[in-house]
């Protein structure tokens, strides 16, 4: 179908800017690894926070261990609500656009983590202070549940159909860039100010720093325009009036799927990047400030793996790929906390690398492999609650699961054996999954040069 440029806003903008669809694809990339990198910094700055400061804070009439489960149990609401917000934006992205729900997810995202940094303790106000605390992490988890699912389709609908998993593979980057610059902000505040500045008053900086970032990534998301593939949706006038339910209608066993065969990746990642924090400090007596620099080591080794997975999955499969990242995740199961229980400094960050450089095997095509199994006209919801319901049963409980077998066993062994079942539920849902979506093989007219009017 050729697109009636003088019908068009998105072409007419193009022609008066003198723009390219390259131009544009490049454009999309940037503000969908932006975005997503502002996303993650916030959250997994909660996450680092309720490992290491939140038991204290907002739990302290609780014992160290009851602390840690508590605030957990916190990090847990976040991941319960994401499918409401995959949900809530899923269906505004499919029905009016992807740019809009974006900037949504950005501004709702970046509020809350701003107002934890405000957030009196529970020696200030009480009970109503971990009260508040959950409030504002449900509406992290709804702002991140929306992002996930737009941000991978501006990039990959502005790529070409054989780029599909290395671009919906570069806002994936926003995992291991945001787990940078949260850790980093951690570390370096407190090694700053101090331990003691850092559980008093300086965790709170971390937080507040975010405000910042909001207003770049929202610069950047404003020059991005509207992907070719939902714009030939809109001209055709497909837009499916209710897209949520109409995929939960028609493609179940794609979203049931979607969500089961993240439990390899997701559960075991939690793992590695917050439960780490408590086992290596509390069970190993590790040093918090060691832990955190080799968790920096393996975040910016992500800068490399999950890009170069996602573009092996062009040229050798999404399922070829992924399948040897879950095979992987279950080999590694027992060597990963065998390293880790040396307390050699060298062999636990062999450790911490080398689990998420493995994670990064199934990350890197992930994008693209969930995404292409829906139609364009509900591929926002589809993609972002098949994604999501993973946090339900995966990444949220990952961390509760392994701090109670920990606790009844006083071992890892436990731990290992749940990360091996993790990873059979994920390639049983990875053999029992479809086919991608015929609308993927779509071709969408490109204009490579689009001279200005």
């Known amino acids: 179908m050729t697109t009636d440029a003088t019908t068009d806003p998105a072409e007419a903008r193009l022609r008066a800017q003198g723009t390219s669809s390259r131009s544009q694809r490049t454009k999309a990339a940037v503000a969908s690894t932006v975005g997503t990198t502002i996303e993650w910094y916030d959250f997994f700055l909660y996450?680092?926070?309720?490992?290491?400061?939140?038991?204290?804070?907002f739990f302290p009439e609780s014992s160290a261990l009851a602390g840690t489960l508590l605030a957990f149990s916190t990090q847990f609401v976040g991941f319960a609500a994401r499918p409401i917000g995959a949900a809530i934006f899923g269906h505004y992205g499919d029905r009016l656009g992807r740019k809009g729900a974006l900037i949504t997810t950005l501004s709702l995202m970046g509020a809350a983590t701003a107002l934890m940094g405000v957030l009196p303790g529970y020696a200030t106000i009480g009970v109503a202070a971990p009260i508040l605390l959950t409030l504002l992490r449900i509406l992290q988890g709804i702002g991140v549940g929306g992002e996930w699912g737009g941000s991978v389709l501006m990039s990959m609908e502005w790529g070409r159909r054989k780029r599909h998993g290395f671009?919906?593979?570069?806002?994936?980057?926003?995992?291991?860039?945001?787990?940078?610059?949260?850790?980093?902000?951690?570390?370096?505040?407190?090694?700053?100010?101090?331990?003691?500045?850092?559980?008093?008053?300086?965790?709170?900086?971390?937080?507040?720093?975010?405000?910042?970032?909001?207003?770049i990534g929202l610069y950047v998301r404003l020059s991005v325009l509207e992907t070719p593939h939902f714009r030939r949706v809109r001209e055709q006038k497909a837009v499916v009036k209710a897209p949520v339910w109409e995929v939960i209608k028609t493609q179940p066993r794609a979203i049931i799927t979607s969500a089961f065969v993240r439990m390899a990746e997701q559960a075991p990642f939690y793992l590695f990047i917050t439960f780490v924090l408590t086992y290596?400090?509390?069970?190993?007596?590790?040093?918090?400030?060691?832990?955190?620099?080799?968790?920096?080591?393996?975040?910016?080794l992500g800068f490399i793996t999950v890009p170069l997975f996602g573009f092996l999955s062009d040229i050798f499969g999404r399922r070829l790929v992924y399948g040897i990242g879950v095979v992987g995740i279950a080999i590694f199961a027992f060597p990963y906390f065998g390293l880790l229980n040396t307390e050699e400094s060298g062999l636990v960050l062999l450790a911490i690398v080398l689990s998420l450089a493995i994670h990064d095997i199934m990350y890197g095509p992930q994008a693209a492999l969930i995404s292409e199994t829906f139609g364009t006209?509900?591929?926002?919801?589809?993609?972002?609650?098949?994604?999501?319901l993973a946090s339900v049963v995966a990444g949220g409980p990952a961390p509760l699961i392994a701090t109670a077998i920990f606790a009844a066993t006083k071992s890892s062994t436990g731990i290992s054996w749940y990360i091996v079942g993790c990873a059979v539920v994920s390639m049983i849902a990875l053999l029992l999954m479809p086919k991608p979506h015929a609308s993927v093989e779509d071709v969408v007219e490109e204009r490579d040069e689009v001279k200005a009017a």
Request: without cysteine; negative net charge; glycine residues 12%.
């Open 280 to 300: 290596g400090t509390e069970a190993l007596s590790l040093q918090r400030d060691d832990l955190l620099n080799d968790v920096l080591v393996a975040a910016a």
């Open 47 to 57: 996450g680092t926070a309720a490992a290491l400061i939140f038991p204290s804070v």
């Open 377 to 388: 006209g509900v591929r926002y919801s589809g993609a972002g609650l098949g994604y999501q």
């Open 167 to 215: 671009m919906a593979s570069l806002p994936q980057l926003g995992v291991p860039i945001g787990l940078l610059l949260s850790t980093a902000a951690v570390r370096i505040v407190s090694g700053v100010g101090g331990e003691h500045f850092f559980e008093t008053w300086g965790w709170r900086i971390p937080f507040l720093l975010s405000v910042v970032l909001i207003a």
